[in-house]
């Protein structure tokens, strides 16, 4: 028991030496700030649901360079996009603008276009349902992607199979966990919001960009689209 307690002590210190999620980061001492440079430098965002993560490079005195993306201060216009401190940018109504980044007295300014997002907006299961259930851990093999599932719900292990998700989330328990009348009583939805009690915990809220993609989906009838485009390929940057 003392050497349990003595393991959990030590990880309780180990954890607070880490960066929190969504923690800023500071520039080194002594770093002096020539230029600063954004990727993407242009950003468009295209429907409802339309985000764009900003990558933002700063160019030092002495010729280096470091990620300055949890650095920097952004700013935009509110009536176009939300953006947090991290430099997730998220469309909210259509419009042109710009991105003011700024570090220190340093700052560029990245153009901003954002369209269709009052438009009629067709969720598609693999593309968009599919990867916030494996954004959210729904589908993780400490979740309900495990071997055996979790209190009788199982998905497959990252989403490997559409297919079976799909009737497990519409047929299983006589299809009780969504409700196409009132998408927001979908089981599907009350128990990753914290509505009804989940082991999971509380992942989503009303509003959230994941919620309202999930609510759409149960409203449209939870469609199957097995002929959905796949991913071919990734670029790191």
Request: overall charge positive; some cysteine.
């Amino acid at each position: 028991m003392k050497r349990a307690s003595r393991c959990l002590v030590a990880l309780l210190l180990l954890a607070s030496t880490l960066p929190s999620w969504g923690q800023t980061e500071k520039l080194p001492t002594g770093a002096q700030v020539i230029r600063l440079e954004a990727f993407p430098d242009r950003i468009e965002l295209v429907g409802p649901f339309a985000y764009r993560q900003v990558l933002v490079t700063a160019h030092l005195a002495n010729g280096e360079t470091l990620d300055a993306t949890r650095m920097v201060r952004y700013e935009a216009p509110a009536n176009l996009v939300k953006i947090s401190p991290l430099g997730q940018v998220e469309a909210v109504g259509d419009g042109t603008g710009e991105v003011l980044v700024q570090l220190g007295n340093q700052s560029l300014r990245i153009p901003l276009s954002v369209r269709g997002v009052r438009d009629k907006y067709s969720v598609s299961f693999v593309q968009d349902v599919m990867p916030v259930l494996s954004k959210l851990g729904c589908n993780a093999g400490t979740c309900h992607g495990a071997a055996k599932g979790k209190n009788g719900f199982k998905l497959s292990l990252r989403g490997y199979d559409p297919i079976f998700d799909h009737l497990a989330l519409t047929d299983d328990v006589e299809a009780r966990r969504f409700n196409r009348a009132a998408p927001e009583r979908s089981l599907m939805l009350m128990k990753p919001a914290g509505a009804v009690p989940h082991v999971g915990g509380v992942l989503i809220q009303p509003g959230d960009r994941y919620y309202e993609m999930l609510k759409l989906w149960i409203s449209q009838g939870v469609p199957l689209d097995k002929n959905a485009p796949r991913v071919v390929g990734i670029e790191i940057f």
